[in-house]
């Protein structure tokens, strides 16, 4: 789906956003009232520029002391490959984006993502992945790295790679992966204005949960993550 057809399908009332350099800002009505849209589109690949930009409309909408809610979009191939982004994207900007998304958790703000094409390693990390909720299309290309390039990474021969990931989550990419390991909260296979607005109001009655990282948890119901649980207990008590 166009980006378009999907945000008019999920907000039907008083949208607005433009984009430029990829990156999308908008907002939109809702029983709830006005909600801020932020993120990416066309596959950006991050960069400094990106990841500051969307920093900074974070805090705006912090600085305003409303609690607005905010719907984070995501489509990012990953960061970008330059060296500049490389050395300080990756280690300063993108950090600096995922605090920001940590701030506005702490200060009340209901918020989800929703990926609505490519959500690929610290692109996704930096602040799709930080959000109260994150939500996908059943279209939707979630993954950290593809196989070869895992395999050039962890020196684990390709083939081995593709055995693991027909059993095991974690070695594998796509959303139903992504879901199973507790990182995509629910597929969206049809789309209304209720979806957003029922995620966001009932974020609202327990809205201090969301402070604590409960993946983990979900992902072992799920049968994405089955020794996580288990190690992160035996490192504790060691």
């Known amino acids: ?12 009332n008083e949208l607005e956003y433009h984009i430029e350099h990829s990156m999308i ?8 009232g006005k ?3 932020i993120g990416t589109v066309d596959s950006a690949a991050m960069n400094q ?36 982004d490389e050395l300080l994207c990756l280690n300063r900007t993108f950090a600096h984006l995922a ?19 490519e959500a690929v390693s610290g692109g996704f990390l930096s602040y799709g992945l ?27 021969p390709l083939d081995k790679l593709k055995s693991l990931s027909q059993t095991s989550a974690i070695f594998a990419p796509g959303v139903e992966n992504y879901y199973a390991m507790g ?9 209304d204005e209720h979806l957003v607005e ?11 949960d969301f402070l604590t990282d409960n993946r983990r948890q979900v992902a072992e119901e799920r049968k994405g993550r089955l020794l996580c649980n288990d190690i992160v207990q035996s490192v504790l008590t060691a």
Do not use: Y
């Open 1 to 12: 789906m166009q980006t378009k057809t999907i945000l008019e399908a999920l907000f039907p």
């Open 25 to 32: 800002r908008g907002s939109a009505e809702t029983k709830m």
């Open 35 to 37: 909600v801020e849209i």
């Open 49 to 84: 520029l990106i990841a500051m930009t969307l920093a900074n409309e974070i805090l705006d909408v912090i600085a305003q002391g409303k609690k607005t809610p905010i719907v984070f979009i995501v489509d990012t191939m990953g960061q970008d490959s330059s060296r500049a």
């Open 99 to 117: 605090s920001c998304v940590d701030l506005l958790k702490r200060s009340g703000h209901p918020n989800l993502a929703i990926v609505l094409g």
């Open 130 to 156: 930080m959000a109260n909720q994150v939500f996908a299309m059943q279209s939707s290309q979630v993954k950290v790295m593809d196989l070869n390039a895992m395999s050039r990474v962890t020196k684990i």
């Open 183 to 191: 990182a995509v909260n629910d597929i969206w296979k049809a789309l």
């Open 198 to 208: 029922n995620a966001l109001d009932s974020q609202l009655t327990h809205i201090d």
